[in-house]
């Protein structure tokens, strides 16, 4: 009971301190289980035993026998599943060509490189080999969005980096099973025709199950068969009976079934994905904490003692210095990055969950089937996570001031609310050159502005996502433009500091455009108008439109037409370099000189 709970603690405040001080939690977690295990034993323990033992001796342990083994194999199976929800195709065909590249021809240079680099350095069978290489195709979000979340890139930068972490989690994981079951089922020897057609068969039930599953529970869900208190535990079973019927018919298809029925079901339309997501994201928070400190635990000292030599550094060294690289730039060949871009993309490469969790589930599985060199699989990969996680958690930032991929001027705007409003000054401050992304809890609004050609999220903003989003990298603008006076006071006390840097506005409430004198610091636009002034102002004219300023005296002419115009709202000001400046509702107090010309949503006027 003491280890079960000490795991379940220690796990929780890993999460904790990897969020406080913003790194990746799965450098803290393998940590604290390396101390508890194979360290503790070592130098701390006067009987030689860990801390934590999940396993002794085959049978003694918080996982006797093939207990651990299982408990991995469901625990990877969720986590699988979590990822293939993320795997969009549509965000294959909308994202630019070095992404496509980078998960096919950046995963085959890995794949190649990688197998390359452990076969000739330390000797290991051909097999073996591609499983390594296999398991550090995956890079995943869990790690990369820590690291890049407070370092201001480049949109295009970011994103490329994103989206290579969340569809080559699913696709890395695929290749390292189907190479592991053709070592499986060929028992570590040569690829005989037995093997063939095992292999045959687990990607068959793999791919038909996973499919069949998908589409049933989506029917069931689509169809209100399942009550929706129902819903998440529902999905959960379903993807644990999946794992266990598939494993049933073909041996260790499982883990392709699940990754298959996310991946179908992630590209469904259903209201209930959303749902589910997020409940699989919660359960995978606590399945990682205690998966990992169990899986660094249960390494032995003498295989950590395996990469006491040189050979682990030249490894370490090719994957980060060479086959990383080398995948990168030829995946970008003919994009618009800029060299610089390229060489960031490049360092940031950090290994994550997936791959050592497969890598300690497979790296016994085949101990236990006596395959030659099998003990070198988990500590090598293991290796590459934790020195990539490091490496780039601590010199990424630093690394893109160096090379000049640091954005200085963080000038993209976050607008909280996607309704009418929100969506006509969105439109034109994107075709003014401004970086834009609308949040909203409504899927409509949300659907409409994408309609527009706008970025929109549909989220809400109360959850925690939002700070983890690397996409809004570049943003230092926050207005809040809901009807919501809540909302839009939450937005500001929680995001200013991270979203809004340059500035950080609200609508001013019905009470505030009362008493001018309650006319708050962070009021947007004009004392005379709230959410609703402006949604009908929007409906009578739906446009935008700018008028020249003569001078100052002419500016403040137009303000104070405009507090009494009932059709006109000032927004902007534009100089005469085309850069804006948000009116605030507290002071007039800009500069102004002659050719400026004076933002506003209403009906266009002469003056």
């Known amino acids: 009971m003491l280890e079960l709970s000490g795991i379940i603690i220690l796990g929780i405040l890993a999460q904790w301190f990897a969020w406080k001080f913003k790194i990746p939690a799965i450098l803290p977690l393998i940590l604290i289980g390396l101390f508890v295990g194979p ?20 049978k003694k342990g918080l996982f006797p026998g093939d207990g651990l083994y299982y408990f991995v194999s469901l625990a990877i199976s969720v986590i699988l599943f979590e990822g293939g929800l993320t795997l969009k195709l549509k ?4 994202t630019t060509g070095v992404i496509t590249k980078l998960i096919s021809l950046g995963s085959l240079v890995t794949f190649f490189g990688g197998a390359a680099a452990v076969y000739y350095i330390f000797n290991l069978d051909l097999e073996l080999s591609f499983l ?6 995956v890079t995943g979000p869990t790690v990369i969005t820590p690291i890049l979340r407070n370092i201001p890139l480049k949109k295009d930068v970011s994103t490329v980096l994103k989206w290579e972490g969340i569809l080559i989690d699913p696709i890395g994981a695929l290749v390292a099973v189907l190479v592991f079951e053709f070592i499986f089922v060929g028992g570590g020897g040569g690829f005989t025709k037995t093997a063939l057609i095992e292999f045959g068969k687990i990607i068959l039930f793999g791919v038909t199950f996973g499919f069949t ?5 989506h029917f069931l869900a689509k169809s209100n068969l399942i009550p929706h208190y129902l819903l998440n535990v529902f999905a959960l079973s379903a993807v644990l009976g999946l794992f266990v019927l598939s494993d049933t018919f073909a041996h260790e298809s499982g883990l392709l079934s699940v990754v298959v029925m996310g991946m179908v079901l992630g590209n469904k339309n ?6 589910v997501l997020y409940f699989k ?8 904490s205690v998966l990992f400190i169990l899986l660094a635990a249960n390494i032995d000292f003498d295989n950590l003692m395996l990469l006491a030599n040189w050979k682990t550094a030249a490894l370490f060294a090719v994957v980060v210095f060479i086959i990383r690289p080398l995948g990168v730039f030829l995946s970008s060949i003919g994009s618009s990055l800029s060299f610089n871009e390229k060489l960031f993309i490049s360092w940031v490469g950090p290994r994550g969950i997936v791959a050592a969790g497969i890598a300690s589930l497979f790296g016994s599985r085949l101990m236990a089937e006596d395959v030659v060199n099998a003990e ?15 490496l780039n958690a601590t010199t990424a930032r630093y690394f893109a001031k160096l090379i000049g991929v640091f954005l200085t001027n963080s000038n993209g705007v976050l607008i909280v609310g996607a309704s009418h409003v929100s969506r006509l000054i969105g439109k034109y401050l994107v075709e003014n050159n401004r970086h834009v992304v609308l949040i909203d809890s409504n899927p409509n609004n949300v659907q409409q502005a994408k309609e527009m050609g706008l970025e929109a999220i549909n989220t809400d903003i109360y959850s925690v996502t939002l700070e983890d989003n690397i996409e809004l990298n570049d943003v230092g603008f926050l ?25 950080s506005f609200r609508l001013i409430t019905a009470e505030e455009m009362n008493d001018p004198e309650m006319n708050p610091k962070v009021g947007l636009f004009s004392n005379t108008d709230d959410f609703n002034s402006l949604t009908e102002v929007a409906l009578k004219y739906p446009s935008i439109n700018e008028i020249e300023i003569k001078d100052k005296k002419h500016y403040g002419q137009l303000i104070k037409e405009a507090t009494t115009n009932e059709d006109m709202v000032p927004l902007l000001v534009k100089n005469n370099k085309g850069i804006l400046e948000i009116i605030s509702a507290f002071s007039k107090a800009m500069k102004i000189e002659k050719g400026f010309r004076l933002v506003y949503l209403g009906k266009p006027f002469e003056s």
Do not use: C, R
């Open 39 to 58: 360290i503790a034993a070592e130098f701390l323990s006067d009987d030689g035993y860990k801390w934590i033992e999940p396993i002794w001796n085959g």
């Open 91 to 94: 965000e294959i065909k909308n």
């Open 132 to 137: 390594f290489s296999g398991l550090i195709i």
């Open 213 to 217: 599953f998908a589409h049933g529970f």
């Open 270 to 275: 259903g209201s209930y994905l959303k749902e």
């Open 281 to 288: 994201e919660s359960l995978s928070v606590l399945l990682i």
């Open 376 to 390: 070198y699989i988990t500590p090598l990969v293991f290796m590459i996570v934790l020195g990539t996680v490091l």
């Open 479 to 503: 207005m809040a433009l809901t009807g919501s006076a809540d909302i839009n006071n939450y937005a500001i006390n929680k995001f200013s500091e991270q979203f809004g840097e340059n500035g």
